[in-house]
């Protein structure tokens, strides 16, 4: 090719982005040689190579994510971390997606001051997707290098949980919730509220309970059917694979979840999400976050079991923890479905009476009859939930 300094070319068609992306890489580095400008045009996709130095952010953070295949939940937090540590060298919540690779150097990075665990987060976020640019040779340094270490005390070991391992019984576990849950309900709107305490009943990330919602809205429920369970993807399932942690279906949490379905039609998930993280950051910053709600599951439900009635195994499956080894997954493949009914049944009455939603708990222990009479139980009063 005779190339000169004002040569364009122009590779049209509709690619797949990796191949795109393949063709991109090897090319790159004698067009570049010959200072060739090229774009890449496939429907809706240009890439452009430039300079690195004049290379955008938010073209290169959108190759990581592509590359990554990163979860939609993971984008977001991404996305999120670049916002805040460019937050000082752009003028508004979106342009800093047209800051150049060469405007962020170390004084920039120096210049977001990390206070706390999720500033942590966010600086450790942009050093992983700068060091991949590095090594895939699309930018010369990553300007995070010697100033991350710094602040390592901040590092998040333990999610923010209202202090639960500092709890000593249920007594303790009921006062502080129910304060918590007093806090909340006045402050936010009631739909947000009880997604809230949905989300603290069943267990999940919170991309997990929105995978659940989805799951049940999509199904033709039968309330006589006490059984009923909806599969979801969790954190644990391989990409590409299909949904495989199966999850019960109530009719409490059904009616719950129906009562809200405006909320969940008219909002996006990462609206909802964005809001409630909001709120906790303005009222309970370094105390809880949505993710704690699994310790505080995991803590309570061991004070108000008090019977033992459930074993270790059964209460990590409620929150998808495998205890088994790999071998052993092989072989043993009970889900313990029924104990995570009986450990929803029992946690959702206590949920439900510390958040003040005391029809919702009658309606729990409605269910419970129906349950004991479907599994040829006698019903008895002091079992219930």
């Not at 019960?248 to 809001?275: N, R």
Request: glycine fraction near 4%; aromatic fraction near 12%.
């Amino acid at each position: 090719m005779d190339a000169s300094n004002d040569q364009k070319v122009i590779l049209s068609g509709s690619f797949k982005v990796e191949t795109t992306y393949e063709i991109f890489m090897k090319m790159a580095v004698f067009f570049k040689d010959n200072n060739i400008n090229i774009v890449v045009t496939g429907g809706e996709q240009e890439i452009t190579n430039q300079r690195e130095n004049d290379r955008k952010i938010g073209e290169l953070l959108n190759l990581y994510i592509i590359r990554r295949n990163l979860k939609k939940w993971t984008r977001m937090s991404y996305i999120t971390a670049f916002k805040n540590v460019l937050k000082n060298i752009s003028s508004d919540s979106e342009s800093w997606k047209d800051v150049s690779v060469g405007q962020i150097n170390r004084e920039v990075i120096e210049k977001f001051n990390v206070t706390n665990g999720s500033e942590y987060q966010y600086l450790n976020i942009v050093n992983s997707v700068f060091s991949w640019l590095v090594r895939e040779e699309i930018v010369d340094y990553n300007p995070c290098t010697k100033h991350l270490h710094k602040f390592k005390k901040f590092s998040q070991g333990v999610r923010a949980a209202l202090n639960c391992e500092k709890w000593i019984d249920d007594i303790e576990a009921k006062k502080i919730l129910t304060e918590f849950f007093k806090k909340v309900k006045g402050q936010i709107d009631i739909s947000m509220y009880r997604f809230l305490v949905l989300h603290f009943i069943l267990g999940t990330r919170i991309s997990e309970t929105f995978n659940y919602i989805d799951a049940v809205r999509n199904i033709d429920y039968d309330e006589n059917n006490v059984l009923t369970t909806v599969y979801i993807k969790t954190k644990c399932t391989k990409n590409g694979a299909d949904a495989d942690f199966r999850m019960p279906v109530p009719d409490f949490i059904h009616k719950m979840i129906d009562t809200d379905k405006v909320l969940y039609s008219k909002k996006s998930h990462e609206t909802v999400i964005s809001i409630l993280r909001r709120f906790i950051a303005k009222n309970f910053k370094d105390e809880f976050c949505l993710h704690g709600t699994r310790a505080i599951f995991r803590t309570t439900i061991d004070f108000i079991d008090k019977d033992k009635a459930f074993g270790k195994d059964e209460k990590e499956a409620y929150i998808n923890h495998k205890t088994d080894s790999y071998v052993q997954n092989r072989y043993h493949r009970n889900d313990y479905l029924i104990p995570r009914i009986e450990i929803m049944c029992k946690y959702a009455s206590f949920v439900y009476e510390v958040s003040g939603l005391i029809e919702e708990k009658n309606q729990t222990e409605a269910y419970v009859e129906k349950l004991e009479k479907r599994l040829n139980r006698p019903s008895s009063k002091k079992d219930q939930c």
